[in-house]
């Protein structure tokens, strides 16, 4: 209501210029502005005063020709029962003072439609693209990552709550070269940590977090053993990108059931309170983890390589959703506090 009345306002000044023939003296974009005082409307323009000098007329003088000639407008608008006065004051301000029955409606807005009552439309569906976050993955979380997943976050909802169409991106590189270089950095580190002496590049991943990824590779068993015979190649389940396979020994291996595969998974993360493990055979949906924290797994089989996928809302699990579960184990609050 408020952004109707205030295009019906300009729509009546625009009126009331031509037919003073003084549309011409000004050619830019009418706008209509609050008052910094309340006393003095709900709305006001400067507009005589723009006028004045080319008019030759004194501020005020112009502006009680135009109220004038506004009203004549209103008379015929359909915001007409919500605008009690329109006056000419001060310098030559043109103020709009609303009726009652103009903040009664939006009373009743409020109350009936809570969410929507105040949004306006200021984008008119326009398309914003809005890419926040995108944490290198070859590094680690900060603090600062989880203050630009809440900017970003923000940031988007107002523009949505404004009339635009938002679309939200996270980046998340993790191909390329810097990936293979983190993978080296972990490789040489491991190396390192059995015994081996070791050159590391300078432009290699100097930081503790490596030697700590290096050491919980090490301590895992080098394979998982299924079957008496049948060799996996050990990849941590959570490390295990949407298009990792584990490729099985052809030769000697049998066939794997599912529910052998499903298990360990579920002995894996049987404490992680946001991984869920699939039973069914059909890869996860991102509808099934939208807006939510949790990362869905499902393994599948065939004769010759197991695929295991997962699923997760990379704006929330990915980011923001993260960032604050991380803050709870780090600060010893519930894990799930303040996530779905």
């Known amino acids: 209501m408020k952004r109707d009345i205030q295009e019906s306002l300009i729509v009546a000044l625009k009126g009331a ?3 003073l023939s003084w549309d011409k003296i000004l050619p830019e974009d009418l706008y209509l502005d609050l008052p910094a005082d309340s006393r003095f409307g709900d709305l006001s323009t400067n507009i005589a005063l723009r006028l004045s000098k080319t008019l030759q007329k004194s501020p005020f003088a112009t502006a009680q020709i135009l109220r004038d000639s506004i009203n004549k407008y209103l008379e015929k608008s359909s915001v007409k029962d919500y605008v009690a006065q329109v006056k000419a004051e001060g310098a030559g301000f ?8 103009y ?5 009743k807005n409020i109350i009936t439609s809570p969410q929507d009552a105040l949004k306006v439309d200021i984008g008119k569906g326009r398309k914003v693209l809005i890419e926040f ?9 900060s603090v600062a990552h989880a203050r630009q997943a809440a900017v970003g976050d923000i940031l988007a909802n107002i523009l949505d709550f404004c009339g635009f169409k938002v679309r939200r991106e996270f980046y998340l590189n993790d191909e390329g070269n810097q990936i293979n270089i983190l993978g080296k950095s972990v490789e040489l580190r491991i190396k390192e940590l059995s015994g081996e002496k070791i050159e590391f590049p300078e432009d290699h991943y100097q930081g503790d977090y490596i030697y700590e990824i290096a050491k919980k590779i090490k301590n895992q068993k080098s394979t998982l053993r299924l079957r008496s ?6 990849v941590e389940p959570s490390k295990i990108n949407p298009s990792t396979s584990l490729r099985v020994d052809g030769e000697r291996s049998r066939t794997i059931k599912n529910q052998k595969l499903i298990t360990l998974y579920r002995k894996f993360y049987h404490k992680e309170p946001f991984v869920r493990i699939r039973e069914e055979q059909d890869f996860p949906k991102l509808k099934d983890v939208a807006h939510t924290n949790f990362c ?5 089989e065939d004769s010759e390589k197991i695929i295991v996928v997962a699923a997760i809302d990379n704006l929330l699990k990915g980011a923001s959703g993260q960032a604050v579960q991380n803050m709870n184990i780090m600060y010893k609050f519930p894990e799930r506090l303040g996530l779905l």
């Open 17 to 19: 210029l031509r037919d």
């Open 94 to 101: 043109l103020n709009f003072y609303f009726s009652n029955k």
């Open 103 to 107: 903040f009664y409606e939006q009373l």
């Open 133 to 141: 976050v995108s944490a290198n993955p070859t590094g680690s979380l």
């Open 229 to 234: 015979g049948l060799m996996v190649s050990a």
């Open 296 to 300: 869905d797994i499902a393994i599948k």
